[in-house]
Nanobody, 118 residues
Framework: QVKLVESGGGLVQPGGSLRLSCAAS????????MGWFRQVPGKQRELVAT???????YYADYAEDRFTVSRNNAKNTLDLQMNDLKSEDTAVYYC????????????WGQGIQVTVSS
């Protein structure tokens, strides 16, 4: 059974930086995409960035120039470096692992709060 645990959230001032980490435990399947999503109260969870096992990345438009996602397959970790943070980046950030090929798998972390405020 795969488990995801996020760390690194907290309070940061506008313009600041924060690095989120996600540690995966258990047997990680091959060809699994990992990514970061975020959610604010009253809104749907939205994609931030994803990375395939081969290292191909995808970013939401708002994250393209400020965020960097990275994955270490050997250590089963996923990071999100966030720079030039804005108040609208305040959200609960979730780590996700998904494999769409058989056997399929979808796992979410418990989420971690990021607050951007002066």
């Amino acid at each position: 059974q795969v488990k995801l645990v996020e760390s690194g959230g907290g309070l940061v001032q506008p313009g600041g930086s924060l690095r989120l980490s996600c540690a995966a435990s258990g047997t990680i399947p091959g060809a699994a995409v990992m990514g970061w999503f975020r959610q604010v109260p009253g809104k749907q969870r939205e994609l931030v960035a994803t990375v395939t096992s081969g290292g191909t990345t995808y970013y939401a438009d708002y994250a393209e120039d400020r965020f960097t996602v990275s994955r270490n397959n050997a250590k089963n970790t996923l990071d999100l470096q966030m720079n030039d943070l804005k108040s609208e980046d305040t959200a609960v950030y979730y780590c996700k692992l998904q494999r769409k090929m058989t056997p399929t798998m979808t796992v979410w972390g418990q989420g971690i709060q990021v607050t951007v405020s002066s």
